[in-house]
Nanobody, 127 residues
Framework: QVRLVESGGGLVQAGGSLRLSCVVS????????MAWFRQAPGAERELVSG????????YYQDAVKGRFTISRDNTKNTAYLEMNNLRPEDTAVYFC????????????????????WGQGTQVTVSS
């Protein structure tokens, strides 16, 4: 059984930093892309950033470009999201997700395409 477990969330002041981790346990056959989504209170879940198996294809939503950095270590089955210069509007539950992929450079941007999800970790940024 595949499980994704996020960690690293918490409460931070505006301008601060957090590093989220997502560990994949179990076995996903073949390549898989990974992504971070977030859901703020009263809002829909949105894609924040994604990374292909090869790390050669990376996506950031405009609101986090230049502040967030996604990475992965396939030897550790772990993805990371380094978040700097955090803003109150970054407050949300952050979810890690994985999508099985045909190619090493595949990166999906559709929420429904992701096969596996973590339970989420709360990030709260105070002003």
């Amino acid at each position: 059984q595949v499980r994704l477990v996020e960690s690293g969330g918490g409460l931070v002041q505006a301008g601060g930093s957090l590093r989220l981790s997502c560990v994949v346990s179990g076995y996903i056959f073949g390549n898989y892309a990974m992504a971070w989504f977030r859901q703020a209170p009263g809002a829909e879940r949105e894609l924040v950033s994604g990374i292909s198996w090869s790390s050669g294809n990376i996506y950031y939503q405009d609101a986090v470009k230049g502040r967030f950095t996604i990475s992965r270590d396939n030897t550790k089955n772990t993805a990371y999201l380094e978040m700097n210069n955090l803003r109150p509007e970054d407050t949300a539950v952050y979810f890690c997700a994985a999508e099985r992929a045909e190619g090493k450079d595949y990166l999906g941007r559709i929420e429904n395409g992701y096969d596996y999800w973590g339970q989420g970790t709360q990030v709260t940024v105070s002003s």
